[in-house]
């Protein structure tokens, strides 16, 4: 079944003074359509400010679309701050990155992972005592953390509460934005396989939001992969990270340590990415894909389906 639905979403964000009449866009999300399943996990890869983390914050509601839709569990997001949408804030919930300070200082573990549960008006005092006794043993927390304060506990042990904390008003989706790079590599995998587990144990469907592609390989059913704002490869996640089709993809995946089986050609990605609001006509990526022709610098390619596994948006993949 499918959780939640993005349709062609758009978003632009105006940068630039309009007093010194040098207001300019920037578009952020470009056309971006992607479904995360019950029980599954659609991550979402690509460099810095390729658009991830606004994919995520509207996915969620908390920022609205210029154009497109976002349906969960079928319907229209409600507007945002509407009773509707406060309501089904509980079913949708967001795992950030904890840096020092996420979190508030004043609060112990007990209040911190008590506080969604106060806010959504689940249960009574007793019964949510019960829950935040659930929640610690769930993410691994217990009697040795419950009364302490956030700079007490490790990055990894306050990931755990983050955890617990999206966890409290019991959603079917979580948002995950780059849960672990704050972590040590160690620490990163046991926050994976416990997000893992949970999905497992309690069917979550989640958005895994990411630049590191091996971490996102590990967790995805389904990889979408983003440059500058639109969708340029998605599909199956082993058949996207063992067979990567567009140049963009390809660079990333060859970046990455090798797998045996896996994809053995080295493409080289130069430079950064384009300034976002001064992107190239064309193909977003043709300034620095090695594949690049006259049609690239021309027309915006479509994202189409190459096989029954994907859809990829390139000029030069469909005349190979
Ligand atoms: N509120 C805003 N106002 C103006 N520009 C914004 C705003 N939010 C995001 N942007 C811009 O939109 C682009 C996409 O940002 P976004 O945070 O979605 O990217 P990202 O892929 O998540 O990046 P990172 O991996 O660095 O977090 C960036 O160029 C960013 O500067």
């Avoid at 929640?135 to 302490?148: K, N, P």
């Amino acid at each position: 079944m499918t959780l939640l639905r993005l349709e062609s979403v758009s978003r632009r964000f105006p940068v630039g003074s309009s007093i010194l009449g040098s207001r300019k866009y920037l578009t952020a999300v470009d056309g971006v359509s992607l479904n995360v399943e019950a029980g599954q996990t659609t991550g979402i890869v690509g460099e810095s400010g390729c658009g991830k983390s606004t994919t995520g914050r509207i996915a969620l509601g908390l920022d609205s679309p210029d154009s497109g839709r976002v349906l969960f569990q079928g319907s229209l997001l409600p507007r945002i701050g509407s009773k509707e949408w406060r309501s089904q804030r509980r079913q949708m919930q967001l795992v950030f990155q904890d840096t020092l300070g996420a979190l508030d200082r004043r609060m112990t573990v007990n209040a911190l992972i008590a506080e969604p549960l106060e806010i959504h008006g689940v249960g009574d005092a007793a019964s949510r005592r019960q829950r935040v006794w659930e929640l610690l043993q769930a993410v691994g927390l217990g009697e040795d953390h419950h009364m302490l304060y956030p700079h007490q506990l490790s990055g990894g042990q306050r990931q755990r509460v983050v955890l617990a904390r999206a966890l409290a008003p019991k959603p079917s989706l979580l948002v995950c934005d780059e849960p672990v790079s704050a972590l040590d590599v160690s620490v990163q995998a046991q926050i994976v396989n416990l997000l893992v587990d949970l999905q497992r144990e309690l069917g979550l469907g989640i958005l895994f939001i990411s630049h590191d592609l091996r971490i996102v390989r590990y967790v995805s059913d389904r990889i979408v992969v983003m440059y500058l704002g639109r969708v340029v490869e998605q599909g199956r996640a082993d058949v996207i990270i063992d067979h990567p089709a567009h140049p963009y993809t390809q660079a990333l995946v060859s970046a990455m340590p090798r797998l045996p089986g896996g994809f053995d050609h080295y493409v080289p990605l130069s430079g950064e990415p384009p300034n976002a609001t001064d992107r190239p006509s064309g193909c977003p990526f043709n300034s620095r894909c090695p594949l690049a022709q006259d049609i690239c610098r021309q027309s915006l390619p479509e994202l189409l389906p190459l096989d029954s596994k994907r859809e990829v948006a390139c000029h030069r993949v469909r005349d190979r």
